[in-house]
């Protein structure tokens, strides 16, 4: 019986007998588990921003806490992130040898493991080194989830699907900030943060259960000649040199209005409640739509139009949240946002 009339997408090595798996067999919309690939990366993406910036609403209540100004209190956020980004090359690697699944959830377990340790933190100090090792762990998901993505999906479905991934992002941003303005004005941000974890926990074992083993992952090289060859390769492109400038500027922009904005609105001259000032971070719904539809403005206007557009929403968002005005502030924070996941 041949491979045709089985139904079975494989191809007949020239070579060899054995039937090897073509490019068809990679996961495309509608076909058997690309919705449970995407709801897996979705629930990942929650579960890491949601842990990755779970102390960037509570600023001014962490400030109070410990006794410490909000330049002291901002490393909380400042520590994660930095351990992020200092240790997702290394992750990368070895998602390279060990295969981006077990990468992932290895990751996702850790930081889930840290994130119920956080609320117990004594002292500030201890609470930003915790938060340091959760963002080194979190390294382990952005470029690990999104070289699946490009092994197991096919071309013509890969911006949408890297678009739920970033989206997925989003609704963890919103939903962590969100959730833990209003539980830290009833009970503290240790509570708020606490449930923060909890979240992630169901989060990364819906992740591990759901996502399809990889098919077409085929282990690297971990020695250091090999990875420093691929990594100076990167470099010497001068268009990857640009891409990667971008990405640090809109992180540094984005990172910096979000871990700010909270301290302005609880003080003069807006003087919003914690609860408030949560909620505020809904505009991150803004994020999660522009995300999921960048592929269809990819397709528009091409990847250089559609970055010049997430570019200039940026910016415009950014002179309107130096507004003194409220409404302006807000809508200053959805340009930036719609920006930023675009």
């Known amino acids: 019986m041949s491979p045709a009339s089985t139904g079975a997408s494989t191809t007949l090595d020239a070579a060899s007998p054995v039937l090897t798996p073509s490019s068809d067999s990679r996961l495309t919309p509608g076909g058997p588990g690309y919705r449970r690939m995407s709801f897996a990366l979705f629930l990942a993406g929650v579960a890491t921003f949601a842990l990755l910036y779970s102390t960037q609403a509570l600023l001014p209540l962490i ?29 990368s690697a070895l998602s390279e040898r060990f295969g981006r699944r077990t990468v992932m959830t290895a990751s996702l377990a850790v930081a889930v493991a840290v994130g ?28 690990s989830a999104q070289a699946y993505l490009a092994e197991e999906v096919r071309p013509r479905a890969l911006v949408t699907a890297i678009g739920l991934f970033v989206a997925g992002n989003s609704v963890g941003g919103m939903s962590g900030r969100v959730i833990t303005g209003w539980v830290a004005q009833m009970w503290g941000w240790r509570v708020s943060v606490g449930v923060i974890g909890v979240i992630a926990v169901g989060c990364a074992v819906a992740f591990r259960l759901l996502l399809p083993a990889p098919r077409h992952f085929k282990a690297g090289s971990l020695r250091p000649r090999v990875l420093l060859g691929t990594v100076r390769t990167h470099l010497s492109d001068p268009l990857l040199r640009r891409l990667y400038a971008i990405g640090a500027l809109f992180m540094t922009v984005f990172g910096g209005v979000y871990t700010v904005i909270g301290y302005r609105l609880t003080g003069a001259p807006f003087g919003l409640p914690q609860g408030i000032v949560g909620s505020i971070f809904l505009v991150y719904l803004v994020g999660t739509v522009s995300a999921s539809t960048a592929g269809r403005l990819v397709g528009r206007l091409g990847r250089r139009g559609a970055l010049y557009l997430a570019g200039g929403t940026t910016t415009a968002g950014l002179l309107l949240s130096l507004a003194a005005s409220l409404p302006l502030v807000l809508l200053g924070l959805v340009l930036i946002t719609a920006g930023f996941f675009a």
């Open 63 to 91: 400030s109070d806490d410990f006794g410490v100004a909000a330049s002291e209190a901002s490393w909380t956020v400042a520590a994660a992130t930095g351990g992020l980004a200092l240790f997702v090359l290394p992750m």
């Open 116 to 143: 119920l340790l956080v609320p117990f933190a004594p002292s500030i100090g201890a609470l930003v080194a915790l938060r340091a090792v959760q963002g080194a762990a979190l390294a382990g998901l952005p470029a």
